[in-house]
């Protein structure tokens, strides 16, 4: 019995020890986060073509899929033949004008009919254009959340790609540290498999503490206080999202207490004999 209470105690001297020792140390536990930009179409319809798959490297303007056109065709002719209709009506409005057998009001309302007409073509050749969603970035393509063959809500993702520069490094660090931390201060990490030197920039501190106590910052419990910080890797291409790595800070020193102002007391003066 006096075995185990013995070998207990050791345990927790060493890890009061390790906490004590941890408690000046820069180093803090992260992990890579990234920015990932989705794309989706602008109106409901059916894949054709899925002409991408996960882990894929993509370009700026590469062709991602492909949707089914019919309803956006319908429009197209539509809007053509209404040009064309209202645009024969303008031309004769224009010459009976011209010949003093118009009057400027019939020319004024035809203008303004083709005129519609050539803002509506515009508008289903757009809407045809978009159904060929090209990607918007250069990056790796990280998920596909649908087949060829599926129909894909408005505005609901069909495919996520992360731009090497959406590449962060998250941590936090206590309170105590937070104000000696600014934007662009250096940093250094690494990580399992990472190039040894691996550097960035904080790019972010958040204003909002977490993990914080529920009722009262007693100064007891002020050691609590977490901050979210985000720095910017200077070469992201190494890293993936969610691997864990060791960040060290270099915070600025602790501002020396500026000394009181002194004060010159004299001495009060006794009355001379009379």
Known sequence: ?????????????????SACSNS???????????????????????????????????????????????????????????????????????????SKAGTQKDFDVTQALYREAQARLAAAQTRLARR?????????????????GETVPASRPIVSILPPGNLKVRFYVPELMVARLAIDDPI???CDGCPPGMTGKISFISQYAEYTPPVIYSQQERHKLLYLIEALPSDPSALRVGQPVDVTVTPKPHPEPTPAAKTDIKPESKPGPK
């Open 132 to 148: 060929r969603l090209l990607s918007p970035v250069t990056g790796l393509v990280q998920q596909v959340y649908y087949r060829a």
């Open 188 to 190: 250094k990490f690494g």
């Open 1 to 17: 019995m006096t075995t185990r209470w013995f070998a207990a105690a050791c345990a927790g001297l060493c890890l009061l020890v």
């Open 24 to 98: 000046d140390n820069n180093v803090f536990q992260g992990w890579i986060e990234g920015d990932f930009i989705f794309v989706s179409p602008d109106e409901q319809g059916r894949i054709e073509q899925m002409l991408v798959r996960q882990g894929d490297a993509v370009k700026t303007g590469q062709l991602l899929f492909v949707l089914d056109e019919d309803l956006q065709q319908a429009d197209l002719g539509v809007a053509q033949a209404t040009l064309a209709n209202t645009k024969q009506a303008f031309e004769r409005a224009q010459q009976l004008l011209q």
